[in-house]
């Protein structure tokens, strides 16, 4: 079974070459494979790694996780499969994506309001309405 790796902290520019020779320092067998942006083409600054062994998966783990390369730290740890049924794709243009949302689980919404209780006076006019009070018990004529 292979065990995908998350390679992270890779700087935007880096020799493949240098990264595979470290990768081939721990034992052979290591595909990688980094992300590019869509729009400037460098490294977003991390990758994939999938290994055939796992006690190679784990050597791995063990002696490149925070080693220094090209100025950064590496981050290697097993990556989380995402869990979806698209393969990770963004744009749902598949038949399916109506019967998606009804497998969507129901949730209860609690919707808070920021609006003033309706028996308080609206602040913006809190000043004019005190005015209006303080005039009223000061009448002396009965209303």
Partial sequence: M????????????????????????????????????????????????????????NALIEQLNGKEF?????????SERRESNNGGRRN????????QGSKRKQAKKVVHSDAPNSEAPDPRWAGE??????LLANQKTPV
Wanted: charged share 30%; net charge positive.
């Fill in 70 to 78: 090209s100025g950064n730290n590496l981050r290697v740890e097993r």
């Fill in 129 to 134: 309405l005190s005015k209006l009070k303080d």
């Fill in 92 to 99: 749902n243009n598949s038949s399916n994506s109506n019967s």
């Fill in 2 to 57: 292979s065990v995908r790796l998350y390679i992270g902290n890779l700087p935007q520019t880096f020799d493949s070459k240098a990264l595979e020779e470290l990768f081939a320092s721990v034992g052979k067998g290591i595909r990688f494979k980094p992300v590019f942006d869509r729009e400037s083409g460098g490294c977003r600054g991390f990758g994939f790694a999938n290994v055939e062994d796992e006690k190679l998966a």
